[in-house]
């Protein structure tokens, strides 16, 4: 299985302020990226989708996209408490009509008020 | 759209017994995902199907994991001879793969949280 590697924080970032969580991933033909926040005991819940080069942004929530670089980062704007949880980077394995999605270990990130 | 069902949402079984899960997907969805995770780490890719064809199983698991989709519609995961390291929470996933090289978001159940004893 290829690799995907996230910081595991915790990332401790104040409210109202940005925070930036990073992904490499190590398969070269992946095309689809996907975010996945995942409250303590709870299961993943999609944030993103990203499948081009640059920047897709969704209200607070801005995916950022570099495959040759093979990096995928998310950006949240104004964070808030409720944004305290894991954030998982869920890449495409492999380009064909058998490709699947694999998942990072996660990155904690807490807010602080 | 009901989500993805798995049950049951616990279960405590002793070392050795055999256990079975079930994950029903979005109806309209033809890929269904199996998946482990423990504490911190994030979901380890087990299998996966597309409607009912198994396309791949982790090389990583035993064989005492198999998992069938019957028809295409909802989907079993069975452990023979549970050990404590078997200990996890088991996600289902389900998507709608239009059979081209990209793969849409997964959409998860609640898991079902396994304690061997």
């Known amino acids: 299985q290829k690799e995907v590697e996230q910081n595991s924080g915790p990332l401790s970032v104040p409210e109202g302020a940005i925070a930036s969580l990073n992904c490499t991933y190590s398969d070269r033909v992946s095309q689809s990226f996907f975010w996945y926040r995942q409250y303590s005991g709870k299961s993943p819940e999609l944030i993103m989708s990203i499948y081009s080069n640059g920047d897709k942004e969704d209200g607070r929530f801005t995916a950022q996209l570099n495959k040759a670089s093979q990096y995928v980062s998310l950006l949240i704007r104004d964070s808030q408490p409720s944004d305290s949880a894991t954030y998982l980077c869920?890449?495409?394995?492999?380009?064909?009509?058998?490709?699947?999605?694999?998942f990072g270990s996660g990155t904690r990130l807490s807010i602080r008020p | 759209d009901t989500g993805v069902s798995q049950d049951p949402r616990h279960k405590i079984t002793k070392r050795g017994q055999n256990v079975t899960f079930r994950c029903d997907p979005i109806s309209e969805h033809n890929r269904l995902y199996w998946y482990r995770q423990t504490l911190g780490q994030g979901p380890e890719f087990l299998t996966y199907?597309?409607?009912?064809?198994?396309?791949?199983k982790s090389r990583l698991l035993s064989d005492r994991f198999s998992a069938e989709r019957p028809k295409g519609s909802f989907s079993t995961l069975e452990i023979q001879r549970t050990e404590q390291g078997d200990s996890a929470m088991y996600l289902c996933?389900?998507?709608?793969?239009?059979?081209?090289?990209?793969?849409?978001?997964?959409?998860f159940g609640n898991g079902t949280r396994l304690t061997v004893t």
């Open positions: 996933a389900s998507s709608f793969h239009k059979g081209q090289g990209y793969n849409s978001p997964l959409h």
């Open positions: 199907f597309q409607n009912e064809a198994q396309l791949e």
């Open positions: 869920a890449p495409q394995e492999g380009y064909s009509s058998a490709s699947k999605i694999i």
